[in-house]
């Protein structure tokens, strides 16, 4: 059975403001909406997980996803949020960013379907490149007075903010821009709504005003809360910046533990959020988790459904052979059976050493390797000393003062793990 798109957004949490008449006008036929992306690199990031999850509910839904990557406005930047200009991209990067990012978006949306509601890409440069100026502010600029632009939130902001620095007449005219792809979607395309975050909801209903003065048209807004986690703080951050879909920015393993170390309150809103369990399950899990929640079911169950939909089955059991080296009884050959890169991302937090593999052609003396070689030990007193207490390991096995450290012991092509008691981890690269 197809589900109630506005409904399932509601009890999900992903409904903020609704423009009056949508709900209905969904029930009655099958609708286009679209979805705005920002192209100004080549991933996707969690942040933009919102918006592209709405998308597939309205297709789960029997209505038809439109992804509109904003390469037109790409090349101004959008004031909505913000206190400074985007940088602005060439058209080759443009159509690179935008061919990454429909392959990340295939596994979400089904655009290769002969159903009627088969998802579809489109990029605003196509329509807008060709525009003249003098065309644009002709046809488009004259139908929205400057009174009714000033009084939209995203630019008051950016007018009184005592930190912002202005704003250019460019991005001034970033509402009309966005107005006019609403116009365009909704006469080529029959697209009647447009969602997006709640800091878009002033920018999506000059689309609406414009298709109303301009093609005597009825159009749609929809809003999602922008989401935020419950300290306050920026979702979709680390320390090392945006987690990205795309495992060559941010690793499968990083990705599984960005979700698995969030908060009991933030697991039990993303996971209705980002994943596509049912509410029966959901509920389930909540109580489960209420029950338990240093087995963290919530959290586990949200890492596991994100990392499979973003990037697969085999990355998700790569990243919990991963978590478990870091936090399980794992073995040697456990450690084997990671490559390189993963187990260098895993312990990329830890102390590392460098030794050269000539040393290791006649078998390094393992207090020389621990106290000389690298300084996991302060003296050869403490090395000797933890080892007779069975407090050192290497590649997870406990050595003696009889072990040497030889070729047999790199693992990955090229590291040796080494454990000093419990938790203190190093990594030594062979070079």
């Known amino acids: 059975m197809k589900k109630n798109f506005v409904e399932e957004l509601r009890w999900r949490g992903m409904l903020h403001d609704i423009m009056p008449g949508t ?9 286009s909406a679209y979805v705005g992306i920002d192209p100004t690199a080549d991933s996707l990031h969690i942040g933009h997980l919102v918006g592209v999850m709405m ?74 490149k060709n525009f003249s100026f003098l065309d644009f502010i002709r046809d488009i600029g004259k139908h929205l007075t400057v009174n009714y632009m000033m009084a939209k939130d995203s630019v008051k ?95 499968p393993y990083k990705f599984y533990q960005f979700w698995l170390n969030t908060s009991d309150d933030d697991a039990e809103r993303y996971i209705k959020i980002f994943t596509m369990l049912d509410e029966n399950e959901i509920s389930s899990l909540v ?15 949200l890492a596991e459904e994100m990392t499979t939909m973003v990037h697969s089955e085999e990355d998700l059991e790569n990243a919990l052979k991963a978590s478990e080296i870091l936090f399980g009884k794992a073995t040697e050959d456990s450690l084997r059976n990671i490559d390189g890169e993963t187990l260098a991302d895993i312990f990329s937090g830890v102390p590392q050493f460098e030794i050269t593999a000539a040393e290791l052609n006649d078998g390094l003396d393992i207090i020389a390797f621990g106290a000389q070689q690298t300084q996991i030990f302060s003296s050869n007193g403490e090395a000797r000393k933890m080892i007779q207490a069975n407090g050192f390991s290497i590649n997870k096995n406990k050595v003696t003062l009889e072990k040497k450290i030889t070729q047999d012991d790199v693992i990955s092509g090229q590291y040796i793990l080494a454990q000093k008691g419990k938790k203190n981890y190093f990594l030594i690269k062979v070079i």
């Open 55 to 128: 998308l597939k509910h309205f297709q789960r839904a029997g209505h038809r996803p439109l992804a509109l990557i904003g390469g037109a406005t790409g090349m101004i930047g959008d004031p909505s949020g913000k206190s400074k200009e985007r940088n602005l991209l060439t058209e080759e990067d443009l159509r690179h960013n935008q061919a990454s990012i429909q392959k990340q978006l295939e596994r979400f949306l089904d655009f290769t379907s002969d159903e009627p509601n088969a998802a579809k890409l489109v990029n605003n440069y196509d329509w807008m």
């Open 287 to 301: 109580t489960a988790h209420k029950g338990a929640p240093h087995e963290r079911a919530l959290q586990k169950k």
């Open 23 to 31: 709900e209905e006008m969904l029930e009655k036929e099958m609708a």
């Open 157 to 251: 902001k950016r007018l009184t903010s005592e930190d912002a620095e202005g704003m250019s007449f460019t991005e001034f005219t970033y509402q009309l821009v966005q107005g006019y792809d609403f116009l365009h979607l909704y006469r080529e395309m029959n697209c009647k709504l447009q969602m997006g975050g709640s800091d878009q909801w002033g920018n999506i209903t000059t689309g609406t005003e414009l298709i109303r003065r301009k093609a005597q048209g009825t159009a749609f807004a929809l809003t999602c809360p922008l989401i935020t986690k419950a300290d306050g703080t920026k979702f979709g951050k680390t320390e090392e910046g945006n987690v990205w879909l795309d495992k060559k920015l941010t690793s």
